[in-house]
């Protein structure tokens, strides 16, 4: 089958390369580009260990061909870092021990971000409802709540400031 | 000289971050930046792709495998059958419970998913590719998913391997399905006491068939290095030695030229404790083209290939006088082993410690039996978070205890009180050959029961019942209890072994000249943060700080023999070595101290960080600059450097315990539930770091949940897995998990050096009956005495109904 | 898990996609959000020579509110529909369904027209459509054509959508009065062991209009007729409830799965509806 010239901007960084159709996102970006935050847990598109943020959405890249993503702008857990440490919510994961193994983490946090973005001020049942595309067999979620809980007043309270 | 402002003595022990505190993980910074180093990360140059063809059949005859034209496919570099392994006799292998296991389908297939053939090409894609041409001529023969069937005369021969053997690895087999008959305790003084006991409850108790699921997959890359004859091997193994080791004994190849490197590992829960078929074609693909071959396996192989657990059907009995004092308990057990008996079990326990079945309760005699059959499944019976069968059988005890409770018409929390070991009996000696070291139950029992109002509960649930029975409602409301006593940290080598290798673990320390430390483990963390919690017993035990302390762990060329970490036993076993390592670094240090500060050794005294003389608290030397006198100083009869080596045989296993409670809603039309409450108590002894405790609390009562609540691996009746991805394999959400109350006492154990007992796998130890008895308890007041798990909504909607409350 | 290879065609309009479902036949599929197909594909269990991206086309996009006139995009996304403000006013039922699809993820990239057009007894948008008596705009080689919700679903994955025919919006009454959607599922990524969308208007004390339709309860969505017949006029009182609930039962087939025997689904299917009906009338 025909290869394709794939376009991608990851990480705010242009990527061009050369690929199958069929190659999932999530190989292309672990594979092929060396960004091996994103995991695959599952395969079927119910764990969310593969998510990462595609044109502003939460998704699983275990289920995007690379030819769907032809074009898109790609967040990785590793483009999510604070200039030269942990950002605001990778210290909350840290301070609450929001994980263990650390499998769930990079899909996790990835999510994370973009759901303080739909809802930067949420309940912890809202904080439950919106993670739970996202699996961990470790922790029992309740202290992702509390980091992800924890993050947003601190990104709050930044953004107060700012203000 | 010394140090130039001085702090004050709890200044020095915050600065360690030693024994206690809930120190912050050093392994969190690089997982939640993504930067963790887990098997399928690795990209080795050359690196080929090995994928299975598996058998869409339970049982089935191959006739043939035609792989011509996967073979012609480009990309592919080989494809692997049973023959091409038969004159390497790797076609069949050893497991750990002393059967033997296909590594590929040789003349038959046993279970649906069984590897059929290997097939090893440039990347994934080709490679499943290739699988799909590979043509593979079955004949199908009859299948048996059922225990009881399979043990029927007229039941289909499963193993002909086995035809005519009437005896295998633990004594006699009495049918050509059965593999072993094993037995603890009394069985003639239990029946004379069962038979003229006042009341004797019976019931047959199922733990149903389920999987350890780890987020992260099995897999491995292997890689022959062929100039040097030098075989390397990542993957995700819990016991890293022990996969070295066997796989020496399989290869041929000398063990020194064998690396075995358990990177960071996505979970485990005893899923990877196992030698698995891809380990296995992956060596040998890697040998045979000289390349490195990865092998990582998708979930569906996961959960229909690798590891089940549980599938124990356990019938028992217990006896006690009128008044509930309990006087007999026996068991027998008829335990689903798949295909191959590949349970990952210490040698000489064939059920593991299931034997550990008398739980919290002094009951003077009991015996069991467990019969282990074979059945068109896959093989696995692995501990999945939890030490060897010890969740089956706190699940059986607590569910015993609330049907004798039913029987003797009392209140399932005083009958547990009234036959709980009491404090002043341990080290307590049970009916089937434990010596529990410690423990304090009757208090752990009353702080549960007031921390949640155990009597307005009870009164609140009676109010419930009748507003049922009057069209009020149609929810009730469970309460369910449950008293734990695990046994971990396998264990004393005087019985405990796995192969031949003893169950000791090791711990090596070196300390380097400016006061930094590594040390090494044969222990390999997936989560429980060994890196972060080992630092802190050797920061206790050395007076170093923990952050100065760097622990390695996983990879066999740097690390001492140890045998891995499952069955809660790091924390008892190598934790232990790590403290009596750091006690031989300190009393070199001790020397070394005498020696500058020109006293005797004995004038000396240790505080925190420092070797003091005594009543001249100005006169020390701090680890630190014994640390570097140790590498500069000559000093008469002691050897340079500070390194020190501690194997450590437990003299016994440690027996941390539990009181949880449940509170559950339950809708009695749809059978959908709500778990209101949840408190958890657990004792484990010297609490190392909080943080880490509850973390395993939370973690393991999520798996509990699961299995309790809906987790299965089920088959249909020609032996099809119908629960092959997680669409259907229940792993709860943050949405469907609960919030948990966690809470401790803390009875350490006498026998370990720090007083630790271990904690990962309590949860799950105690959690599964916490919550199944509190869907049971929802029904006992309509008669309900024993639903098996999981209780999902329909088995639930099913209690229901047959109680008939759907009217 | 690894799909077979494909060509992959991403036209940017409507005629450019029909001609390349024409030029390859059978050996063609269009792909939206792909989170039926995908999962299918990477199963092996479609093989799809060519397919045809849906997404570069702006013509399928979009939500369009004309009065009780509602028209939504077949590539509009479950998250688009649950984050419209217009749409939530107009016919809440459609976010309330949302919502209980899937994950927050999927919902990202799922789009309504995929869950409609999939045949899938178990996707939810399509028990919706029934009770809103929407239609599928459908384009083909011969133009367009309109087909009732009620009268497109045929068997599980058969519709009365021709492979050569595009969906392109979907046209709804925005019904006004009560409404809910109710769904028993195992887990948040399950679909329904039994749900039930209800809308229902009130005319002083009575019921002037009901529709009942039903998820997974059958090969096919289910709406009966006759369970919205049942409540037309009554007070919706228990009896009426049980009259309607009796009459949608009477109307669904289910069978057994991981979910559960058929009793059961039967069973909590009478109570879904029960509930639905209950609090679609108490919003009405
Ligand atoms: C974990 C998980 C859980 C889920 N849970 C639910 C659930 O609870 N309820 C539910 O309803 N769904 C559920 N889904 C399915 C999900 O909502 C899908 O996204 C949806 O069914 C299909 O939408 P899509 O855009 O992804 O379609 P695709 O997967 O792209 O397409 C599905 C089918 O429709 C066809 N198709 C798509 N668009 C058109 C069009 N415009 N014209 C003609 N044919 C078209 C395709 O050819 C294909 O055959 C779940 C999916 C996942 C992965
Ligand atoms: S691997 Fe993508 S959702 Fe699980
Ligand atoms: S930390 Fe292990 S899966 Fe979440």
């Known amino acids: 089958m025909a290869k394709m010239q794939l376009r991608l901007t990851v990480n705010g960084e242009a990527a061009e390369l050369l690929v199958e159709p069929r190659e999932l996102l999530v190989y292309v970006l672990r594979e092929r580009l060396g960004l091996t935050g994103p995991h695959v847990g599952c395969d079927t598109s119910h764990c969310g260990a593969c998510t990462v943020d595609m044109d502003g959405r939460s998704v699983k890249s275990c289920t995007v061909f690379a030819a769907q993503a032809d074009g898109a702008d790609v967040t990785t857990i590793e483009g999510l870092g604070a200039p030269g440490g942990l950002s605001v919510l990778q210290q909350a994961f840290r301070e609450h021990h929001g994980l263990q193994c650390g499998f769930c983490t990079p899909g996790m946090i990835t999510r994370a971000h973009r759901f303080l973005q739909e809802n930067p001020n949420p309940s912890e049942e809202e904080v439950r409802f919106g993670m739970a595309g996202n699996l961990c067999r470790c922790t029992g979620y309740q202290n992702i709540v509390k980091a992800i809980m924890a993050a947003a007043a601190e990104l709050n309270a930044v953004r107060e400031a700012a203000e | 000289?010394?140090?130039?402002?001085?702090?004050?003595?709890?200044?020095?022990?915050?600065?360690?971050?030693?024994?206690?505190?809930?120190?912050?993980?050093?392994?969190?910074?690089?997982?939640?930046?993504?930067?963790?180093?887990?098997?399928?990360?690795?990209?080795?140059?050359?690196?080929?792709?090995?994928?299975?063809?598996?058998?869409?059949?339970?049982?089935?005859?191959?006739?043939?495998?035609?792989?011509?034209?996967?073979?012609?496919?480009?990309?592919?570099?080989?494809?692997?059958?049973?023959?091409?392994?038969?004159?390497?006799?790797?076609?069949?292998?050893?497991?750990?419970?002393?059967?033997?296991?296909?590594?590929?389908?040789?003349?038959?297939?046993?279970?649906?998913?069984?590897?059929?053939?290997?097939?090893?090409?440039?990347?994934?894609?080709?490679?499943?590719?290739?699988?799909?041409?590979?043509?593979?001529?079955?004949?199908?023969?009859?299948?048996v998913t059922d225990p009881f069937k399979a043990l029927q005369p007229d039941a289909p021969v499963l193993r002909e391997d086995l035809q005519g053997r009437t005896s295998g690895a633990h004594g006699d087999r009495r049918h050509h399905n059965h593999i072993f008959l094993w037995e603890a305790g009394d069985k003639a003084a239990t029946d004379e006491v069962i038979a003229s006991a006042d009341v004797v409850a019976e019931e047959m108790v199922y733990y149903h068939r389920t999987h350890p699921c780890p987020l992260e997959t099995c897999g491995c890359v292997a890689s022959m290095d062929t100039v040097n004859g030098k075989l390397t091997v990542h993957g995700t193994f819990q016991a890293p030695h022990v996969v070295r080791t066997v796989a020496s004994l399989l290869s041929g190849i000398e063990e020194h030229k064998i690396r075995v490197i358990s990177p960071d590992i996505g979970g485990g829960f005893g899923n990877k404790v196992g030698v698995y078929p891809g380990y296995v074609c992956s060596i040998v693909a890697s040998i045979v083209t000289g390349r490195p071959v990865k092998w990582i396996e998708d979930r569906m192989e996961n959960l229909t290939a690798t590891a089940f657990a549980r599938d124990y059907w356990m019938k028992g009995k217990i006896a006690a006088t009128k008044d509930g004092r309990i006087t007999g308990l026996s068991c027998h057990v008829t335990a689903d082993h798949g295909a191959f008996d590949a349970c990952a079990d210490p040698s000489k326990f064939p059920a593991g410690f299931f034997h550990i079945c008398t739980g919290s309760y002094d009951i003077p005699v009991a015996h069991v039996g467990v019969d282990g059959v074979y059945t068109n499944k896959a093989p696995g019976g692995v501990a999945y978070r939890c030490s060897f069968r010890v969740t089956e059988a706190a699940y059986f005890i607590e569910r015993m205890i609330e049907v004798l409770a039913i029987e003797l018409g009392m209140d399932a929390a005083e009958l547990r009180a009234k036959n709980f070991i009491r404090k002043e009996q341990f080290p307590y000696h049970s009916a089937l050959g434990w010596e529990y070291d410690s423990g304090d139950y009757h208090t752990a029992w009353d702080k549960a029961l007031k921390a949640v109002g155990y009597a307005d509960l009870r009164k609140e649930q009676a109010e419930r019942v009748e507003a049922f029975r009057r069209g009020e409602t149609r929810k009730l409301i469970g309460i369910g209890l449950t008293h734990f006593t695990e046994i971990v940290g396998a264990g004393p080598v005087k019985n405990c072994d796995i192969l031949g290798m003893g169950m000791f673990d090791s711990c090596e320390i070196r300390i380097h000249p400016t006061g930094s430390a590594v040390a090494r483990l044969g222990t390999i963390s997936q989560g429980q943060g060994h890196a972060t919690t080992f630092a802190q017993i050797l920061a206790s035990e050395i007076g170093l700080p923990a952050d100065s302390i760097t622990v390695e762990e996983g990879d066999t060329d740097t690390a001492p023999y140890g045998l891995g970490t499952y069955g809660s036993r790091s924390t008892p076993v190598a934790g232990a070595a790590t403290a009596m390592a750091g006690r031989k670094i300190r009393a070199k240090a001790q020397m070394i101290a005498a020696y500058l500060l020109e006293v005797h050794d004995g004038d000396l005294e240790w505080d925190v960080d420092r070797f003091v003389v005594k009543g001249a608290p100005e006169r020390f030397k701090t680890m630190k600059e014994i640390a570097f006198a140790s590498y500069n100083q000559a000093i008469p009869g002691v050897e340079p450097g500070l390194e020190a080596v501690s194997y450590y045989d437990p003299p016994n296993m440690t027996y941390p315990f539990g009181a949880y409670v449940c509170v559950m809603e339950i809708d009695v039309d749809t059978g959908v539930h709500e778990i209101r409450q949840f408190y958890a108590l657990d004792d484990c002894g010297t609490r190392i770091n909080p943080m880490v405790i509850e973390g395993q609390v939370h973690g393991g009562l999520t798996e509990a949940l699961a299995i309790a609540m809906g987790q299965e691996i089920a088959y249909d009746e020609i032996g099809n897995v119908k629960t092959g991805t997680l669409m259907d394999f229940f792993l709860p959400t943050a949405w469907e998990t609960p919030h948990y109350t966690t809470d401790f006492t803390e009875t350490p154990s006498p026998h370990h050096p720090i007083g630790a007992k271990g904690v990962g796998e309590s949860p799950n130890v105690g959690g599964v009956p916490a919550f199944s008895n509190a869907v049971h308890d929802a029904f006992r007041p309509f008669g309900l005495r024993q639903s098996h798990m999981p209780h999902d909504h329909w088995r639930i909607w099913k209690i229901a109904r047959d109680l008939g409350l759907h009217g | 898990m690894i799909p077979a290879a494909f060509e992959y065609h991403r036209p940017t309009d409507l005629q450019a996609a029909l001609a390349t479902l024409q030029e390859f036949g059978d050996e063609a599929r269009v792909i939206a959000g792909g989170h039926s197909l995908v999962p299918m594909m990477k199963l092996r269990m479609a093989t799809i020579g060519h397919l045809v991206d849906l997404r570069a086309i702006a013509d399928l996009k979009g939500i369009r509110i004309d009065g009780a006139a509602v028209r939504i995009g077949a590539m509009v996304t479950q998250q688009e529909l649950i984050a419209d403000a217009a749409l939530a006013r107009a016919a809440p039922i459609l976010r309330e369904t949302a919502l209980q699809i899937a994950d927050p993820q999927v919902r990202a990239v799922g789009t309504i027209g995929g869950n409609v057009a999939n045949g899938d007894p178990g996707n939810d948008m399509p028990a919706l459509m029934q009770c809103l008596d929407a239609s599928f705009s459908l384009v083909g080689p011969n133009g367009s054509r309109a087909v009732k919700a009620r009268e497109f679903y045929e068997a599980a994955y058969v519709t009365a959508r021709e492979d050569d025919e595009i969906l392109v919006a979907i046209d709804f009454a925005a019904p006004g009065g009560g409404y809910a959607y109710e769904k028993q599922k195992r887990k948040i990524g399950d679909y329904a062991t039994a749900a039930a969308a209800v809308t229902i208007r009130k005319d002083g004390t009575a019921c002037s209009a009901a529709s009942v339709a039903m998820t997974n309860l059958s090969d096919v969505p289910v709406w009966s007729k006759a369970a919205g017949d049942a409540l037309v006029g009554s007070a919706c009182g228990p009896a009426d409830v049980g009259r309607a609930v009796a009459a949608a039962l009477a109307d669904i087939a289910p069978t057994a799965d991981n979910r559960g025997p058929a009793e059961f689904k039967r069973h909590a299917a009478g109570v879904v509806i029960r509930r639905a009906i209950e609090r679609a009338w108490s919003r009405a």
């Open chain 2, 1 to 143: 000289m010394n140090e130039m402002a001085p702090i004050s003595r709890e200044e020095r022990v915050e600065k360690l971050k030693g024994l206690g505190c809930s120190r912050k993980r050093v392994e969190d910074v690089r997982f939640t930046q993504g930067k963790g180093n887990y098997v399928d990360d690795l990209k080795l140059p050359g690196m080929l792709h090995g994928d299975f063809v598996r058998s869409p059949y339970a049982h089935a005859r191959v006739k043939s495998v035609d792989k011509s034209a996967a073979l012609a496919l480009p990309g592919v570099v080989a494809v692997l059958t049973a023959e091409d392994l038969a004159p390497l006799n790797l076609h069949w292998m050893p497991t750990l419970a002393g059967d033997k296991q296909m590594v590929l389908a040789d003349g038959k297939v046993l279970f649906q998913g069984q590897e059929v053939a290997f097939v090893v090409a440039s990347d994934r894609y080709v490679a499943a590719d290739a699988v799909d041409l590979v043509v593979v001529d079955y004949e199908e023969l009859p299948v």
